[in-house]
Structure formats: structure tokens, C-alpha cells
């Protein structure tokens, strides 16, 4: 098993920028997918990015390519979501779960492991 943890949400203007950190202990990352989801007042949880085992290859929901960067550091059991140009639409709890289903999934129940989440929030 893995346990995850998120940090570096909080509050920020739009236009700015935050990067979320998670890090695993338990087990290494590295066996995993990972990916960032969030879900907002009222709305299901959604998928934000993805990023396979060995970090080459990413995927992004539309509504955040080209503002979001998604990164893993296998050594230090840590992703990352470094989010540009917020906007109020991006204000969300934000989780980062871990995958051992092969690809890279956007449905979260292929999801196995979930951080406790991480508020972001954008005042316009």
C-alpha cells in the first residue's frame, strides 16, 4: 500500500500561480500511475492530469493544457502540479491518487490510493 499526501494549495489571486506537492510513503511511487484530480462545490471529482510510471508521458483535461504541468521525482517519492494563469474556474479541492492499472487512466474509481486533498482556491 501507499499513502499519500498533498500540500501547497491555499489561496491566490487570479492569474497566479501555485504548485501542489504529493508525497508517498508506504511503498514507492514508482510502481504507480499518478494523477491529480479535483472536485468543486456541487461537481464530481474530475480528472486534472496524469503522468506514467516513468514520468514520460502526460495527459491533461482540456480545461487546464497549456496552464498545468504535471511531474513526478520517483527518487524522492513526490508528484507535482505546477499550475499557471489560475483562474476562478480552478478553485477546487485537489487530490492526487495513485494507479497500479496499466495506461494512464482518467476515471478515478481505477484509482486505488487517495491523499485527504488540498484546497485551492482563486479569487478573481
Known amino acids: 500500500q501507499v499513502q499519500l499526501a498533498e500540500s501547497g494549495g491555499g489561496l491566490v489571486q487570479a492569474g497566479g500561480s501555485l504548485r501542489l506537492s504529493c508525497a508517498a510513503s508506504?511503498?514507492?511511487?514508482?510502481?504507480?500511475?499518478a494523477g491529480w484530480f479535483r472536485q468543486a462545490p456541487g461537481k464530481e471529482r474530475a480528472f486534472v492530469a496524469g503522468?506514467?510510471?516513468?514520468?514520460?508521458?502526460?495527459e491533461y483535461a482540456d480545461s487546464v493544457k497549456g496552464r498545468f504541468t504535471i511531474s513526478r521525482d520517483n527518487a524522492k517519492n513526490t508528484v507535482y502540479l505546477q499550475m499557471n494563469s489560475l483562474n476562478s474556474e480552478d478553485t477546487a479541492v485537489y487530490f492526487c491518487?495513485?494507479?497500479?492499472?496499466?495506461?494512464?487512466?482518467?476515471?478515478?474509481?481505477?484509482?486505488?490510493?487517495w491523499g485527504q486533498g488540498t484546497q485551492v482556491t482563486v479569487s478573481s
Open positions: 491518487a495513485a494507479a497500479g492499472a496499466p495506461g494512464l487512466p482518467r476515471i478515478s474509481r481505477l484509482y486505488d490510493y
Open positions: 508506504g511503498s514507492s511511487l514508482s510502481r504507480y500511475v
Open positions: 503522468v506514467t510510471r516513468s514520468g514520460g508521458v502526460t
